[in-house]
């Protein structure tokens, strides 16, 4: 069965970091793009990060650019997402997705329609 977790959320103060790690069972990530993507209480998912199947390639939302870092080790079958410089605009419930691609090259992209599989979530939470 194919699954993604996620783990590392938590609650941090503004200005601080936390790294997710999104986590595959049940199949190889090697042939996957993979995003993440949020959801704050009443707001529509949206994407953050992406990295494509061979790691060339990483896509970030504006709001996190410059602070987030997308990266990823196919070998422990995990994604990660560095999260620095937190802000409160940054909680939310963060989720994992795959996207199976065919070529190395081929860009991830931040649309949610895109992907296939998801995890089920990690609570992020940026208070003082």
């Known amino acids: 069965q194919l699954q993604l977790v996620e783990a590392g959320g938590g609650l941090v103060q503004p200005g601080g970091s936390l790294r997710l790690s999104c986590a595959a069972s049940?199949?190889?990530?090697?042939?996957?793009?993979i995003a993440w993507f949020r959801q704050a209480p009443g707001k529509e998912r949206e994407g953050v990060s992406c990295?494509?199947?061979?790691?060339?390639?990483?896509n970030h939302a504006d709001s996190v650019k410059g602070r987030f870092t997308i990266s990823r080790d196919n070998t422990k079958k995990t994604v990660y997402l560095q999260m620095n410089s937190l802000k409160q605009e940054d909680t939310a419930v963060y989720f994992c997705?795959?996207?199976?691609?065919?070529?190395?090259?081929?860009?991830?992209?931040?649309?949610?329609?895109?992907?296939?599989?998801w995890g089920q979530g990690t609570q992020v939470t940026v208070s003082s």
């Open positions: 997705a795959a996207k199976p691609v065919i070529s190395l090259t081929k860009k991830c992209v931040l649309g949610p329609g895109e992907y296939d599989y």
């Open positions: 049940g199949f190889t990530l090697d042939y996957y793009n």
């Open positions: 990295v494509s199947r061979g790691g060339g390639n990483t």
